[in-house]
């Protein structure tokens, strides 16, 4: 039976008193009412267009597009006061914050910021937002009229506009007449890939601060020139659960203030006044901690918002289903609470308007002049242009200031690879971050060395901090040093003296080289890699560089192809006139191999991690440029394998793996790459070497005199085998081509405990170990650290004249994992050349 739709009675619902002009509302201009049915993006679009032409207290600004064309946008809703000084008010948040010179003043309007539908799938918040819209923009309504006085509201209608369509398309296409509200109902049931993510299959809510996704650079980019006050980020969650709204579960991070702490609880009383006067269920302070700094809560926490997350039960509930506890949960209903969260968040924010100025001005204020961490000076050690551009960039993108070297050239830090207090040099091109700037907590969250966790169950990974993620050697120091330079000297490369060589030569360091070399590959130009390190032209290059001789490139342009193209992609190459080299193998010998160019068949479909999948296929599509044909795993059976060289495996359960084909394939010359779960999925199959790493026996003994468990600790007792997320330091074996351009260490992300053991001489290359002390930081639990140690997570097994390449950690995870990018196209570029 499908319950009776409880009445939302917040103030405004009631506030009507004459109408001065006639705007329709979402029920008007849709012609249903809300969570009737679900409204497809463009429509939603639509009515915030329509209501951008009638009211003139908004001004709707698109401020970018998704990957698959639709239009993203923000509407500022304000008084008639207002509504012409925008900039004004944003250029007083951006003085309050001191990211612009001059005295802001905490007199202005508050800035509060409501994000909807982030995870496609998750579609209730996008209606709610309409509904929203039209109580701020009525002219009846006086209360909200009240609130705009000093409040300055902005509403992003749907940061995923993909992945909801993607949803709804879906829902629209398999229900019936009447919505089926039976669990097993086929319209609960998404296919793969499901709505959540975007095209790339990238979860939006995590990439706030590394900002991988077009859609995030966008929002974020805007978001940054405005530094709200408040922001809301709407979701759903699995739809036997009521809602959820601040203040949130532990752990929060140490930088989150008390003032911020204590206006979630105030917001969240709010939220629960309307709550109880409708008897909706709700929960606060539960599963949603405030940790990894790239969500839409903790990203605006760290930049000095209150940042909350909202979470309605929904995920899969179409317009009607049954939930556990018998009651039907219908769209209608996910859209009130929405509405009803929305307008109460408002409500506080404008009831106290001054002091979330005078703390928003006192947090920014500490920045400058107390930041947060032990350490007062970050230096970057530029050993690698890519990799340090690349840090550059994101740095930007998140608003904190850097520079280029000191005017003392040694100092003394904490070596966050040796882990170790030591003096240094500094050197004129190394990046340097001052800690006294407007972004300190962001900084500070994402470069400390080891996050403080508390041993308890989070939500996601627990280690990012940004020197291992892009594996730079980099030094925290104490003392506050300002940076010499504001720009880098070596940016451009220096312009070729020789443009008639006998073999350019590029570095093999990074993303960026790899992209050189996928873009001379399509161009049809013979690329060689040296096998071991040289030097030549008075340059040292180490190995897996990359060498483009004249020899065996007939083209007549050859110069101008290779010099264009390294021009065009702000390449650094050197031009050499002869093939002598001064140390190493010269351009002929056997040690210089040439790479063939790939054909790349990417696993897809059922069974796959979707978001892993899409990794690898941004990877390819977005940053290096290079084709690579997706086929469903299911259809491998009549796939014409040959067609291909390399077939990569992302994270998913596969049965009947490695097929017999698959196999065949391999012993003809194909190059199988595994990841992740797909290593499990192999292990114990015919023809695979890779064996698992078994407890010891005395270990399984001592199990037997474990107290019994305890059922009110079960979440504890888990916690004991769980790792959600941890940097662990692997000896790299940089000699094998898995491990060129890397130094003889690598640092992978570890998101389970799984391990293997070391490959005997004859069976395969065991390229990236772990030792008893490799864990940096990171929580793990006590079990799990029992089990990583001694062991393999990278390996290469030859395979008749093909190989397997066993890459046990997700070396792209969530594309932010700079460092891992270079091992991955290794992995299918340089292995079994
Ligand atoms: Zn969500």
């Given at each position: 039976?499908?319950?009776?739709?409880?009445?939302?009675?917040?103030?405004?619902?009631?506030?009507?008193?004459?109408?001065?002009?006639?705007?329709?509302?979402?029920?008007?201009?849709?012609?249903?009412?809300?969570?009737?049915?679900?409204?497809?993006?463009?429509?939603?679009?639509?009515?915030?267009?329509?209501?951008?032409?009638?009211?003139?207290?908004?001004?709707?600004?698109?401020?970018?597009?998704?990957?698959?064309?639709?239009?993203?946008?923000?509407?500022?809703?304000?008084?008639?006061?207002?509504?012409?000084?925008?900039?004004?008010?944003?250029?007083?948040?951006?003085?309050?914050?001191?990211?612009?010179?001059?005295?802001?003043?905490?007199?202005?309007?508050?800035?509060?910021?409501?994000?909807?539908?982030?995870?496609?799938?998750?579609?209730?918040?996008?209606?709610?937002?309409?509904?929203?819209?039209?109580?701020?923009?009525?002219?009846?309504?006086?209360?909200?009229?009240?609130?705009?006085?000093?409040?300055?509201?902005?509403?992003?209608?749907?940061?995923?506009?993909?992945?909801?369509?993607?949803?709804?398309?879906?829902?629209?296409?398999?229900?019936?007449?009447?919505?089926?509200?039976?669990?097993?109902?086929?319209?609960?049931?998404?296919?793969?890939?499901?709505?959540?993510?975007?095209?790339?299959?990238?979860?939006?809510?995590?990439?706030?601060?590394?900002?991988?996704?077009?859609?995030?650079?966008?929002?974020?980019?805007?978001?940054?020139?405005?530094?709200?006050?408040?922001?809301?980020?709407?979701?759903?969650?699995?739809?036997?659960?009521?809602?959820?709204?601040?203040?949130?579960?532990?752990?929060?991070?140490?930088?989150?203030?008390?003032?911020?702490?204590?206006?979630?609880?105030?917001?969240?009383?709010?939220?629960?006044?309307?709550?109880?006067?409708?008897?909706?269920?709700?929960?606060?302070?539960?599963?949603?901690?405030?940790?990894?700094?790239?969500?839409?809560?903790?990203?605006?926490?760290?930049?000095?918002?209150?940042?909350?997350?909202?979470?309605?039960?929904?995920?899969?509930?179409?317009?009607?289903?049954?939930?556990?506890?018998?009651?039907?949960?219908?769209?209608?209903?996910?859209?009130?609470?929405?509405?009803?969260?929305?307008?109460?968040?408002?409500?506080?924010?404008?009831?106290?308007?001054?002091?979330?100025?005078?703390?928003?001005?006192?947090?920014?204020?500490?920045?400058?002049?107390?930041?947060?961490?032990?350490?007062k000076t970050y230096v970057i050690k530029n050993?690698?242009?890519?990799?340090v551009?690349?840090?550059a960039?994101?740095l930007?993108?998140?608003?904190?200031q850097y520079g280029f070297g000191l005017s003392n050239?040694?100092a003394?830090g904490?070596?966050?690879?040796?882990?170790?207090?030591?003096?240094?040099?500094v050197d004129a091109n190394d990046l340097v971050v001052n800690a006294?700037?407007?972004?300190?907590?962001?900084?500070?969250?994402?470069?400390?060395?080891?996050?403080?966790?508390?041993?308890?169950?989070?939500?996601?990974?627990?280690?990012?901090?940004?020197?291992?993620?892009?594996?730079?050697?980099a030094y925290?120091v104490?003392?506050s040093f300002k940076p010499a330079n504001a720009?880098w000297?070596?940016?451009?490369?220096?312009?070729?003296?020789?443009?008639?060589?006998?073999?350019?030569?590029?570095?093999?360091?990074?993303?960026?080289?790899?992209?050189?070399?996928?873009?001379?590959?399509?161009?049809?130009?013979?690329?060689?890699?040296?096998?071991?390190?040289?030097?030549?032209?008075?340059?040292?290059?180490?190995?897996?560089?990359?060498?483009?001789?004249?020899?065996?490139?007939?083209?007549?342009?050859?110069?101008?192809?290779?010099?264009?193209?390294?021009?065009?992609?702000?390449?650094?190459?050197?031009?050499?006139?002869?093939?002598?080299?001064?140390?190493?193998?010269?351009?002929?010998?056997?040690?210089?191999?040439?790479?063939?160019?790939?054909?790349?068949?990417?696993?897809?479909?059922?069974?796959?991690?979707?978001?892993?999948?899409?990794?690898?296929?941004?990877?390819?599509?977005?940053?290096?440029?290079?084709?690579?044909?997706?086929?469903?795993?299911?259809?491998?059976?009549?796939?014409?394998?040959?067609?291909?060289?390399?077939?990569?495996?992302?994270?998913?359960?596969?049965?009947?793996?490695?097929?017999?084909?698959?196999?065949?394939?391999?012993?003809?010359?194909?190059?199988?790459?595994?990841?992740?779960?797909?290593?499990?999925?192999?292990?114990?199959?015919?023809?695979?070497?890779?064996?698992?790493?078994?407890?010891?026996?005395?270990?399984?003994?001592?199990?037997?005199?474990?107290?019994?468990?305890?059922?009110?600790?079960?979440?504890?007792?888990?916690?004991?085998?769980?790792?959600?997320?941890?940097?662990?330091?692997?000896?790299?074996?940089?000699?094998?081509?898995?491990?060129?351009?890397?130094?003889?260490?690598?640092?992978?992300?570890?998101?389970?405990?799984?391990?293997?053991?070391?490959?005997?001489?004859?069976?395969?290359?065991?390229?990236?170990?772990?030792?008893?002390?490799?864990?940096?930081?990171?929580?793990?639990?006590?079990?799990?650290?029992?089990?990583?140690?001694?062991?393999?997570?990278?390996?290469?097994?030859?395979?008749?004249?093909?190989?397997?390449?066993?890459?046990?950690?997700?070396?792209?995870?969530?594309?932010?994992?700079?460092?891992?990018?270079?091992?991955?196209?290794?992995?299918?570029?340089?292995?079994?050349?």
């Open positions: 039976m499908i319950k009776k739709l409880l009445l939302v009675f917040i103030a405004v619902a009631s506030a009507f008193v004459g109408r001065a002009q006639k705007i329709q509302s979402p029920q008007e201009f849709l012609g249903y009412k809300l969570g009737e049915q679900f409204t497809p993006h463009y429509r939603i679009v639509e009515y915030y267009k329509y209501i951008a032409s009638v009211s003139k207290n908004v001004k709707l600004q698109q401020f970018g597009t998704t990957n698959e064309g639709r239009p993203l946008l923000a509407m500022f809703i304000a008084s008639d006061e207002n509504i012409g000084r925008l900039e004004e008010i944003r250029h007083n948040n951006m003085k309050l914050a001191g990211i612009e010179s001059g005295t802001g003043s905490t007199s202005m309007p508050v800035v509060t910021w409501l994000s909807f539908n982030v995870h496609g799938n998750e579609p209730a918040s996008s209606e709610a937002s309409m509904w929203t819209l039209y109580d701020l923009v009525d002219p009846a309504n006086t209360t909200t009229k009240a609130w705009l006085k000093n409040m300055l509201v902005v509403i992003d209608p749907c940061l995923n506009p993909d992945g909801r369509d993607r949803y709804v398309n879906f829902y629209n296409s398999v229900h019936g007449i009447v919505p089926d509200p039976s669990p097993s109902a086929r319209e609960h049931v998404e296919p793969w890939p499901g709505g959540r993510v975007n095209h790339y299959y990238f979860d939006l809510n995590r990439d706030w601060a590394w900002q991988q996704q077009k859609e995030t650079q966008a929002r974020v980019g805007l978001y940054n020139q405005w530094l709200p006050q408040v922001h809301v980020d709407y979701h759903e969650q699995g739809y036997n659960a009521p809602y959820y709204f601040a203040p949130a579960a532990e752990p929060y991070h140490k930088d989150i203030t008390k003032w911020q702490r204590e206006f979630q609880v105030t917001i969240g009383k709010n939220n629960a006044k309307y709550f109880d006067q409708n008897g909706w269920m709700y929960f606060t302070k539960y599963e949603f901690d405030l940790l990894y700094p790239s969500y839409g809560d903790t990203y605006p926490l760290y930049n000095g918002s209150i940042g909350m997350t909202y979470e309605q039960g929904g995920i899969s509930a179409g317009l009607a289903v049954v939930t556990r506890a018998g009651d039907t949960l219908t769209l209608v209903q996910r859209v009130a609470h929405h509405h009803s969260t929305s307008l109460s968040t408002l409500e506080i924010a404008s009831l106290n308007t001054q002091k979330l100025l005078d703390e928003y001005k006192k947090f920014f204020d500490n920045n400058r002049t107390n930041p947060p961490g032990e350490y050993n690698n242009n890519g990799k551009s690349a840090l960039k994101m930007d993108r998140n608003g904190i050239k040694t003394t904490f070596n966050y690879i040796s882990q170790k207090t030591e003096q240094f040099s006294y700037q407007p972004k300190a907590v962001l900084l500070h969250v994402l470069f400390e060395p080891k996050t403080f966790i508390p041993d308890s169950a989070t939500y996601d990974i627990t280690a990012w901090s940004l020197p291992y993620a892009y594996g730079l050697k925290g104490k003392e720009k000297g070596v940016l451009d490369p220096a312009p070729l003296t020789n443009t008639h060589a006998y073999a350019y030569v590029s570095a093999w360091q990074s993303v960026n080289d790899v992209k050189f070399l996928a873009a001379l590959l399509k161009k049809k130009i013979k690329v060689r890699y040296a096998e071991k390190a040289f030097e030549a032209g008075g340059k040292q290059f180490t190995a897996g560089s990359l060498i483009i001789t004249r020899a065996g490139n007939d083209n007549p342009n050859f110069d101008q192809v290779v010099t264009q193209t390294a021009a065009s992609l702000n390449q650094e190459i050197t031009a050499l006139s002869t093939g002598f080299v001064d140390k190493g193998s010269d351009f002929g010998s056997d040690a210089v191999r040439v790479i063939r160019q790939p054909k790349v068949l990417l696993v897809a479909g059922e069974g796959v991690n979707s978001e892993a999948m899409g990794e690898v296929w941004h990877l390819f599509e977005a940053q290096i440029g290079y084709p690579v044909t997706l086929v469903k795993y299911q259809d491998l059976g009549r796939t014409k394998l040959g067609d291909f060289d390399v077939a990569i495996f992302p994270d998913g359960r596969y049965d009947d793996f490695p097929s017999e084909k698959l196999q065949n394939w391999i012993r003809d010359g194909g190059k199988l790459i595994a990841i992740e779960n797909a290593v499990s999925s192999l292990v114990d199959k015919k023809g695979i070497l890779l064996k698992r790493k078994e407890e010891k026996k005395d270990d399984k003994d001592k199990e037997k005199d474990k107290p019994v468990k305890i059922y009110g600790d079960r979440e504890r007792t888990a916690i004991s085998s769980s790792i959600p997320g941890a940097i662990y330091k692997l000896k790299l074996d940089n000699t094998h081509p898995l491990g060129f351009g890397l130094p003889d260490y690598y640092y992978s992300l570890k998101l389970n405990d799984d391990i293997y053991e070391l490959f005997g001489d004859d069976d395969g290359w065991n390229v990236g170990t772990i030792k008893k002390d490799g864990y940096v930081s990171g929580f793990v639990g006590s079990e799990s650290k029992k089990k990583i140690n001694n062991g393999l997570l990278l390996g290469v097994q030859p395979m008749g004249r093909g190989s397997v390449v066993y890459l046990v950690d997700d070396p792209l995870f969530r594309s932010f994992w700079e460092n891992g990018k270079l091992l991955f196209s290794n992995a299918v570029f340089m292995v079994g050349q």
